[in-house]
């Protein structure tokens, strides 16, 4: 059990830009999830996949994010033209039901110039 | 709707003493999940402990105890012997079981310090 990993850990870039995000989770979890914290907030959900399929997603999460897990397994979250309000750490989580806990990644920390 | 409310945004406790920090639920679903969460100055998010809304007993987890009084709709985190390290940010969370919703609800947190 190698837990969830995130990558990058930090991302500054332009407003404007694109970037993505990369999650590997546990690898028996079938069940991963985007979440977006701002300081002094709890997280707030983004998207969840079972497997491969992309089940629920977020008012949050509008046209210019996108979220993929081709083979069930790694997931990347992508930002396009991203704005100053996309500044967040952006955590991944994973579970193998809805039953048990969901364990999350370091985060992804991303600050908007 | 889902709701999680943590009305203490932070706390102080004395090494080596215990403390309480308070979470209230709201949901029309009857049966969910309820979870605390530590999160220190680093950023991860530590899963601490979990209660079923039909566990009959409270869950305990070394020095983390929930205190739950399902007709309160209340799950209290319990941390006796506070240590140094346990200066941390706290959030309650919960899932609902039937409603097809399946991502964790936080609360808003409380930041907790611990007094050498």
């Known amino acids: 059990d190698t837990g969830v990993s995130q990558d990058p850990r930090h991302k500054i870039t332009k407003r404007g830009q694109n970037v993505t995000f990369r999650c590997d989770p546990i690898?028996?979890?079938?069940?991963l999830y985007w979440y977006r914290q701002t300081l002094g907030q709890g997280p707030e959900f983004l998207t969840y996949?079972?497997?491969?399929?992309?089940?629920?997603k977020s008012r949050l999460l509008s046209d210019r994010f996108s979220a993929e897990r081709p083979k069930g397994s790694f997931s990347t979250l992508e930002i396009q033209r991203t704005e100053q309000g996309d500044s967040a750490m952006y955590l991944c989580a994973s579970s193998l039901s809805v039953e048990q806990p969901q364990h999350f990644g370091d985060g992804t920390r991303l600050s908007i110039l | 709707a889902q709701k999680i409310t943590q009305t203490q945004p932070g706390m102080f406790v004395q090494e080596k003493e215990a403390v309480t920090l308070d979470c209230t639920y709201d949901t029309s679903d009857p049966s969910y999940g309820l979870f605390w969460y530590k999160q220190p100055s680093s950023g991860e998010m530590i899963f601490l402990i979990y209660q079923g809304s039909y566990d009959q007993q409270n869950a305990t987890e070394g020095r983390y105890s929930l205190n739950f009084q399902k007709a309160r709709k209340s799950a209290n985190l319990v941390i006796s012997a506070s240590q140094l390290g346990d200066s941390a940010m706290y959030f309650c969370a919960m899932v609902p079981y039937n409603s097809g919703n399946t991502p964790l609800v936080f609360g808003k947190g409380t930041r907790l310090s611990v007094i050498a």
């Open positions: 690898s028996e979890h079938n069940r």
């Open positions: 996949f079972q497997n491969e399929a992309q089940l629920e």
